[in-house]
Each structure stands twice: as structure tokens, then as C-alpha cells.
């Protein structure tokens, strides 16, 4: 066991200017390719991520004998990693045969949980016994619960739409036009209601340049730009979703939440 003093925390990330601004804030951070922070990534005891070690870190650097701790990122609403027989038909083989978790360097020793139910379909979507799910909650929900909570003072009734990821990464996304979305319209109810709706697409999915064009000039209507949604998602009054598993981290707030599938 060792004691916090005794941890040396580093955070690595594939955004070199990400992490120039966090070295100015006193964070330990490296880029992934950078000297030290290939050297911190093959000497680190433990590797934490949310999403894969080759997504989230360099994973030819990443050891066999580092332990390894998958945060994930939402709840599996959807079929993930090796219950997702859809879109990794083509590595149903390799799957079968043990190596597509070698071959991408994707093996985890545990993963969180936040209950039995999310345990159960986190052990066979990473292929994991049971006791190598723990239920600790999620981190990024502890939000919820700090005791610096502000919430929204600024008067106006703030709601996110957060629609989940849909096609392919760097997709361009339109819920919108297509669907009957009267911008003009929506704009000017929202103005009379003293309402603020900010749009939030998937971090892979790209708002289309239709709405990003309409954005520009929009009193109501808003994209969120924070780096980091967590950051903000206690301001907002209400949440609008649809199959993203973000309802069940906002559930936690007892605000409410339209779905609009």
C-alpha cells in the first residue's frame, strides 16, 4: 500500500498545447510523444485511462507488467469492446483467439464500476472475471457531490442538449434541418422564455457547418465549449439526450432531463 505522498502522479496527453497549459498550472503533464513523457509512460507502476491504452497513451511504451486501471467513459447503454459484434465483425477471430487485446496492447487488470448490474456487462465487454470489476463509482461523477457545487445564479434557465455518438469519429453530425428544426423559430421561443439552449455534440461526432454557420449569429442558442463537460454540467437546469449514458451521471443531480431519441 502506499501513502499519497508516495504516489507521483503524471498525466499524459496527445495535446501538446494541453499540456504546456497544465505544466503553467503546476501539473505534471506530458505530451505523449514527448522525451519524458515516453519515459514516464514505460516506467509508470500503474496506467490509468477512460477510453484504451491506445487511445488515451502511446501503447508501444505501455509495459506488460503495468498495471492497469480502466475508468471508461459513460455506461455500457450500448454494446462495447467485445460485446460489440457490430462494428468489430472483422476482428471476431482474433477476438476468439485471445489476441486482439495483445495485439492493440488493450488489456486491462481492473475496471471500475458503479454497481453489480454495470459490473456484470463490464466483465464481458472486456472480457474480465468478475472480481476484476470494482465498484468504486465513477470519478467524473464526483462533481455531484463536491461541497464547492454552484450551480446555475446567472437567471437564466440553462438546458444542454447532449446527443450521443453516432456514425464514425470525425463524422459530421446534423440532428437538426433534417429532423424539422425551425431555428429561427426555436430561437425565439427560447428569447421569450428566458431560456439558454447549448448544443453539445459527441467529442467524435463535428457540429455540421449548417448549424455552425446559424450558431454565429444566435442570441438562445449556443454551442458548449468547455474543454471538459464535467466541468460545467452542474450549471445547466436541465438536460436533453437521447441513448447517451450521460442520463444516468445527470440523474444524479435530481434535475430533469428531456429525451429526444
Known amino acids: 500500500e502506499l501513502g499519497s505522498k508516495e504516489i507521483k502522479a503524471i498525466w499524459i496527453t496527445k495535446d501538446r498545447k494541453l499540456a504546456s497549459e497544465l505544466r503553467v498550472e503546476g501539473v505534471n503533464a506530458y505530451y505523449y510523444k514527448s522525451f519524458k513523457g515516453g519515459i514516464y509512460q514505460i516506467i509508470a507502476r500503474?496506467?490509468?485511462?477512460?477510453?484504451?491504452?491506445?487511445?488515451?497513451?502511446?501503447?508501444?511504451?505501455?509495459g506488460l507488467n503495468t498495471k492497469r486501471i480502466q475508468l471508461w467513459h459513460g455506461i455500457p447503454l450500448k454494446k462495447i469492446?467485445?460485446?460489440?459484434?457490430?462494428?468489430?465483425?472483422?476482428?471476431?477471430?482474433?477476438?476468439?483467439?485471445?489476441?486482439?487485446?495483445?495485439?492493440?496492447n488493450d488489456s486491462y487488470d481492473f475496471v471500475i464500476s458503479t454497481g453489480d448490474n454495470c459490473s456484470k456487462l463490464f466483465s464481458t465487454a472486456f472480457n474480465l472475471?468478475?472480481?476484476?470489476?470494482?465498484n468504486t463509482g465513477f470519478p467524473r461523477n464526483d462533481v455531484f457531490s463536491c461541497v464547492h457545487r454552484k450551480?446555475?445564479?446567472?437567471?437564466?434557465f440553462k438546458v444542454i442538449y447532449m446527443p450521443t455518438f453516432r456514425g464514425r469519429a470525425?463524422?459530421?453530425?446534423?440532428?437538426?434541418?433534417?429532423?424539422?428544426?425551425?431555428?429561427?423559430?426555436?430561437?425565439?421561443?427560447?428569447?421569450?422564455?428566458?431560456?439558454?439552449?447549448?448544443?453539445?455534440?459527441?467529442?467524435?461526432?463535428?457540429?455540421?457547418?449548417?448549424?455552425?454557420?446559424?450558431?454565429?449569429?444566435?442570441?438562445?442558442?449556443?454551442?458548449s465549449k468547455a474543454s471538459d463537460v464535467y466541468d460545467v454540467?452542474?450549471?445547466?437546469d436541465c438536460l436533453i439526450t437521447d441513448f447517451s449514458s450521460i442520463m444516468f451521471d445527470y440523474a444524479l443531480t435530481d434535475k430533469p432531463i428531456l429525451f429526444a431519441p
Open 81 to 104: 469492446g467485445f460485446d460489440d459484434n457490430f462494428e468489430s465483425k472483422k476482428f471476431q477471430t482474433l477476438k476468439k483467439l485471445k489476441l486482439y487485446s495483445f495485439i492493440l
Open 170 to 223: 470525425g463524422s459530421e453530425f446534423d440532428l437538426f434541418e433534417p429532423f424539422g428544426f425551425d431555428f429561427d423559430r426555436i430561437e425565439s421561443i427560447l428569447d421569450e422564455a428566458n431560456i439558454e439552449l447549448f448544443i453539445r455534440t459527441h467529442p467524435v461526432n463535428n457540429p455540421s457547418v449548417a448549424i455552425l454557420s446559424k450558431l454565429e449569429n444566435a442570441k438562445c442558442i449556443k454551442l
Open 151 to 156: 450551480g446555475n445564479s446567472q437567471g437564466k
Open 233 to 236: 454540467i452542474d450549471d445547466f
Open 129 to 134: 472475471p468478475l472480481e476484476k470489476i470494482i
Open 46 to 62: 500503474v496506467v490509468f485511462v477512460s477510453h484504451s491504452i491506445s487511445s488515451d497513451l502511446h501503447p508501444s511504451l505501455v
